[in-house]
């Protein structure tokens, strides 16, 4: 039988260490049995990523496959960010879940996974959440608090595109800031202008209102879109 070394963890959650490696149920079995004298940081960290888990919504909902609609730069746009919403958050979600159980005792640990509690519990984004650009130094928490409201904005947009309300789309305020790719949004709203009025993109001027608040009553033409939150 091989012998089991007791998970060591340094004080400041720098690494994680085994003398021998633990694997399958054995594994499992052991950090069952020292679960009352688990280290505090895993016992928070069990307890954080329970509450992170609170913070993101089940789901999002996709688009609804629609060709017409398919052919609108704008609707391609938001599907395209619709779509990395959902599978962000899918991987999000499935990280937490898993540090959450391993926190527990109830997985299995792998390297992958010790390396992903480090990094958690040091308050570190994961190299895989980091698929469009956030503030340098953001903490765990502030980074899921800002993906849910990202999420809410796609939830929201989803559901005016799939009632197939174009011209919804176009006079809904968008959160500018709150989008994966926000360069590729000023770029649809550009093609969408250029195809109504049947012009070249050369051919267009870009114009900034800037309204006195949210609440500011703005009357649009057919060439105008609204965004907050630069």
Avoid at 146 to 151: G, S
Wanted: glycine share 6%; with cysteine.
């Amino acid at each position: 039988t091989m012998k089991l070394q007791k998970l060591i963890v340094s004080s400041d959650v720098d690494h994680l260490v085994t003398e021998h490696e633990l694997v399958g149920e054995e594994e499992r079995r052991i950090i069952l049995k020292e679960k009352h004298s688990q280290p505090m940081w895993i016992k928070n960290l069990a307890e954080q990523t329970h509450y992170w888990l609170t913070i993101l919504p089940k789901n999002l909902n996709n688009l609804g496959r629609n060709a017409e609609h398919k052919k609108h730069p704008l609707y391609r746009f938001f599907e395209r960010e619709i779509e990395m919403g959902i599978q962000l958050l899918g991987d999000v979600k499935m990280d937490i879940s898993e540090v959450n159980v391993a926190c527990e005792g109830e997985r299995r640990l792998t390297n992958k996974l010790r390396e992903l509690m480090g990094e958690l519990a040091k308050g570190i984004l994961p190299n895989n959440w980091l698929r469009y650009d956030v503030s340098p130094g953001m903490t765990v928490t502030a980074w899921l608090l800002d993906f849910n409201e990202r999420l809410k904005q796609f939830q929201a947009l989803s559901n005016v595109l799939n009632d197939g309300d174009m011209a919804a789309l176009r006079s809904y305020m968008i959160w500018l800031g709150g989008l994966f790719a926000p360069a590729a949004y000023i770029t649809a709203t550009r093609q969408t202008i250029a195809e109504i009025n049947s012009w070249s993109l050369e051919e267009l001027e870009l114009n900034i209102s800037v309204m006195d608040s949210y609440n500011t009553k703005v009357n649009l033409n057919k060439d105008s879109f609204i965004i907050a939150g630069l």
